[in-house]
């Protein structure tokens, strides 16, 4: 949900490219050449969409990019939440979790006997659903439970996940919300056929096996929403603003009390209802023939009936005649969040304002927000984002306040950068510089094919006619400085809600563990219908492999050659990406670090810091200089033709940068105040905190930072010194564009003016890392919902001979829906919502590897949680099919994947951290054609069962069962300063 800065270019010879490319209106055709069907095309569009639309209403989108052999899949239903029931909230959400577990072919052993049993199971809820007596309740659940057991012995679980991972499918997934249910996957091109089979049975009707199992997956996630307090201000904004309707009324999760009175016969009647081929649509961007494309999707989904699908209708809101406020409190940071009401996109020409305005106001670089709070550093951070859905939209605004200042504050300060846009006190060259961005941004999105599949979603969910899409850029070009007035006087005035989040305690409902019989998981078992899949060969790929050397050119600039320098074609844009790297970071010198930060807030002689974003925004160049732990990156990236004015710009900055002292003190503030945020953030209080504590002990890296005093009494003249010396060190030039590379190198060397003999790096701190030589368990207190528990234990150094080996065990084992952990404690037991364990090999040579475990569960599940998972690291199922399934999609994988680009780049650079000077995935390609489930089996014995662990806990103390913790290990409760080196109240001193 929260918004990140986005790269901004523009210039005018690209313009007249652009203009060119979208110029003319966008006229709508039917192809009659190219293809043998006829295809709906627009004119100028960059997506190049290939519109097709089935007899039976299934609509099809289309598009071709043959940069790898690879197609993001996505299949959207034109459904949500909005649609749920009034009495059955969460119901789109739980089906779109059912429809993972197969139907009477997938999945099913045998579904003659597993019928009865579901039958049995479906009309015991709707007995308990009219039930009130608790006793009564228990009963019939615990009935439900024992016939969920026998019922899921006819049942391969998973089978679906084993199918699509067997393809060679990545990022598999689902999401529901207010409008849409979407289902994801990223395939092989090769494999399409097949999938596309999978996927024409796994829709054509919904089996609600393993039903309870999966109820407690859903209740676990109610409870992690209301561990975030983002999710609690979201939800209670929209309850403010949508009185009626069910953006408001209801939330995509449900009810607790929905959620534990689930029915059955709903859920089947709302699949019946709504998964109809006249509102779904099969979108597919990659490495594809449309032609053969649509002969298989009318093959697999031709013959899906047309349903009559009802029509939404809502009671419209009444106006809103002053501001509804609200005060949340949780335990993390506290922050402001405003919600406008707005028209929907069923009023394009108001969506269309809507989105142009937003990034008049953020747009990460030049917006008024950008300038006019942020960068003067008057509050921690803000930014807004517009949600755009069909019947109505809302705009948001997030603030988060400094050090001593008010949440109203913060709201005052964003919502007076709307009053300036209804004042019209913005510069003329902001609206025409922001649709330049917009044009410039579709373009870039064009190379992703996930971009290009979202945009059909939304497209398709929206109801919107494509070519009114690929001219939505001409119509932005036509909205005036008179229409942004007017539109933001018109609506934005009191129609908004507010949430005031405080930092406090959490109370809220939580669900409580029920007693569960594990299912039968049948790893070993298969169906009919996956042996069928299996047998068809659609083929195998033949991968490609990086030849750094070859892709790489290497030379050198500077007088003496005294700068090494690398060179990579950009064959696909004009755009370039030009990187000095320093192999030094904040553990050379904290103070280096703090500098960098303090230059995201200065001027130069010449221009304020203001007037630097305006500069690099209208040359359409992203400047930055970023420091991590051991590298500092210098980057300029955006158009090419900006190439050299954006390098002298630069070079300017690091020559001529001026101190300003009220900006540092700012930034010391704004520091203690992120270090007093980080005391309250749960996920940097186990996998910061807690996990370097337990790698490094006392001495750990997240403990070193420039303590507060020191802070407070540095003079910024020093960081300043600092900036300007950073080119006196060592470094090295990474440059991707289109420029030859002599050019390139010319451009650079004309402004790149460095001495001759430049200067080592400071000495590097080092971290010992901590043998784990027994159990112990470090526990912090916090309040939240669940409970989170993250195993660690210290294996060997790096071994590039463990890669292939750690990479299958980690596919067949913990990482993935398909995986042996899932299975066991997610799906047979429903002991956790979140779970997984893997190998993770160092990504340096001469650095530990470490087995890591995780459960996110509730806290009366965690002991028996903690046991299954411990259980399952001393003895590792072995199962042959999964196993097979598991290396057949490891292997294909590979096989599929391209790196391309300046991806190229950072990849050697990896591969060398490791002592590596050759793509490594030839190498693991290799081995792992000849590893069996043997060879996993050895892996398991030399490298996972019998680790003693660090178990890292973070929970609420008035629930937790301390006596199982310490039968874990050595029990020892640490405070935030012990992990940190620095606590809230320290922080407030």
């Given at each position: 949900?929260i ?30 050449n ?38 993001q ?25 059912m ?20 039958d ?57 919300s ?13 494999e ?5 089979q ?10 609600l ?41 209801q ?15 709903k ?5 019946d ?64 969040e ?37 960068q ?19 705009f ?19 919502q ?18 922001c649709v ?43 909205i005036?400085?008179n229409?942004?007035?007017e ?7 009191e ?5 005031y ?20 998981v ?5 169906s ?56 030094m ?31 690099f ?9 970023n ?12 158009l ?12 300017e ?67 300043i ?7 006196s ?6 440059y991707?564009?289109?420029l ?13 003016k ?28 916090y ?33 993935g ?32 590897n ?20 411990l ?10 099919i ?46 792992l ?14 490298n ?46």
């Open positions: 949900m918004s990140k800065n986005r790269t901004k270019w523009w210039n005018f010879t690209i313009l007249l490219l652009i203009l060119c490319f979208y110029g003319c209106k966008s006229n709508s055709n039917e192809t009659d190219e293809y043998k069907h006829n295809f709906k095309t627009v004119d100028n569009d960059p997506y190049g969409a290939l519109i097709y639309k089935l007899d039976n209403g299934l609509k099809v989108y289309l598009s071709v990019n043959k940069k790898e052999p690879r197609i899949t996505y299949i959207a239903v034109n459904t949500g939440s909005k649609q749920d029931p009034s009495d059955a909230t969460g119901l789109a959400h739980y089906l779109e979790h429809l993972f577990k197969g139907t009477s072919k997938i999945g099913a052993l045998d579904w003659k006997d597993e019928k009865p049993y579901l049995k199971i479906e009309n015991l809820y709707e007995e308990r659903r009219s039930t009130t007596d608790k006793q009564e309740r228990a009963k019939i659940y615990e009935s439900i439970d024992s016939l969920s057991y026998i019922a899921s012995g006819f049942v391969a679980t998973n089978e679906y996940d084993k199918i699509i991972s067997e393809l060679g499918a990545s990022g598999t997934n689902a999401y529901t207010l409008e849409r249910t979407v289902y994801i996957n990223e395939i092989p091109s090769n399409l056929d097949k999938w596309l999978v996927e024409s049975e796994r829709f054509k009707e919904v089996v096996r393993l039903f309870h199992t999966e109820l407690e997956a859903v209740y676990e996630e109610f409870n992690r929403s209301l561990d975030n307090d983002n999710s609690q201000a979201y939800y209670t904004v929209m309850k403010s603003l949508f009185k009626n309707h069910p953006y408001g009324t939330t995509t999760i449900g009810t607790a009390e929905d959620l534990k009175n689930p029915s059955m016969k859920i089947y009647e709302y699949f209802q709504y998964y109809a081929a006249n509102n779904m649509a099969i979108i597919l961007s990659g490495d594809l023939d449309p032609d053969a494309t649509v002969d298989l999707i009318e093959k697999y989904f031709g013959g899906y009936p047309v349903k009559e699908v009802p029509e939404f209708t809502f009671t419209p809101e009444q106006p809103m005649v002053k501001p509804v406020e609200t005060i949340l409190t949780g335990p993390s940071s506290s922050f402001v405003i919600g406008y009401r707005l028209p929907g996109s069923d009023s394009a020409r108001a969506a269309l304002k809507l989105e142009l305005l937003s990034y008049m106001l953020y747009n990460g670089q030049a917006g008024l927000l950008d300038l006019n709070v942020n003067k550093q008057k509050v921690l951070t803000s930014y807004v984002f517009p949600m755009i859905n069909k019947d109505y939209s809302v948001f605004m997030y603030g988060k306040p400094r050090d001593g200042q008010s949440l109203k504050q913060v709201q005052e300060l964003m007076e950068q709307i009053d300036k846009v209804k004042k019209g006190e913005f510069e003329d060259w902001l609206m025409e510089a330049k961005n917009i044009k410039l941004e579709i373009m870039q999105s064009t190379e992703s094919n996930s971009s290009r599949g979202n945009a059909f979603v939304d497209a398709f969910i929206k109801q919107q006619n494509w070519e009114d899409v690929v001219s939505h850029i001409n119509e932005l070009d036509k005036t400085k229409d942004i007035i539109f933001a006087n018109k609506y934005f005035n129609n908004y809600a507010v949430v989040k405080e930092q406090g305690a959490n109370k809220k409902e939580k669900f409580q563990k029920p007693k569960i019989t594990p299912i039968q049948n790893r070993d078992a298969q009919a219908f996956f042996a069928h899949i299996d047998s068809i060969s659609a083929g195998r790929l033949q991968p490609e492999f990086l030849d750094y050397k070859k892709l790489i050119a290497e030379a050198s600039l500077g007088t003496n050659g005294e700068i090494p320098f690398s060179y990579i074609e950009n064959k696909s844009n004009g755009l370039f990406s030009l990187n000095y790297i320093l192999d970071g904040a553990y050379n010198d904290p103070e280096l670090a703090l500098a960098v930060t303090y230059l995201s807030y200065l001027g130069t002689e010449k221009y304020s810091a203001a007037d630097l974003q305006r500069e925004f209208k040359l359409g160049l992203s400047f930055g200089v420091s991590s732990d051991e590298r500092v990156y210098v980057t300029l990236s955006g090419e033709e900006s190439l050299e004015p954006g390098i002298k710009l630069f070079e900055i690091l020559e001529t940068v001026v101190p300003d002292q009220q900006a540092y003190d700012n930034l010391v503030n704004d520091i203690l105040k992120a270090r007093y945020d980080q005391t309250l953030d749960k996920s940097q209080i186990l996998r910061v905190g807690l996990a370097q504590f337990a790698k490094y002990g006392e001495d750990s890296p997240v403990k070193y930072h420039i303590p507060e005093s020191k802070l407070k009494s540095l003079k910024p003249e020093l960081l010194e600092k900036i300007k010396s950073l080119t060190y060592k470094h090295r030039i990474f991707y564009g289109q030859p590379m002599n050019a390139a190198k010319k451009a650079i060397e004309q402004y790149h460095v001495d001759t003999n430049l200067k080592s790096y400071p000495a590097k701190k080092m971290f010992d890392e901590m043998p784990t030589d027994k159990n112990m368990v470090y526990y912090v207190d309040d939240m919902a669940q409970t989170e528990i993250l195993m660690l234990s210290r294996g060997q150094e790096f071994d590039v001979e463990l890669l292939a080996p750690s990479s299958l065990f980690n596919q067949y084992f913990g990482a829906l398909s995986s042996v952990v899932f299975q066991e404690i997610r799906e047979s037991k429903a002991l956790a919502y979140s779970t997984y364990s893997y190998y993770a090999n160092a990504a340096e040579k001469g650095k530990h470490y087995v890591i475990a995780y459960i996110g569960t509730q806290v009366d599940k965690l002991p028996e949680a903690t046991s299954a998972m259980s399952l690291m001393n003895e590792m199922p072995q199962a042959q999964q196993f097979d399934a598991a290396k057949t999609s490891a292997l294909k994988s590979i096989e599929s994947n391209r790196v391309v680009g300046p991806a190229i780049f950072w990849s050697y650079e990896a591969a060398k951290k490791r002592g590596i000077d050759y793509d490594i995935n030839e190498k693991i390609y290799t081995e054609k000849n590893i069996d489930l043997n060879h996993i089996n050895q892996f398991f014995q030399n996972i069962k019998g680790n003693k662990y660090d178990f890292l806990v973070i929970g609420p103390k008035d629930k937790m069962d301390f006596a199982s913790l310490q039968e874990l290990g050595t029990f020892k409760e640490l405070s935030i300063k012990d992990i940190f080196g620095y606590d809230s109240k320290s922080l407030k001193q």
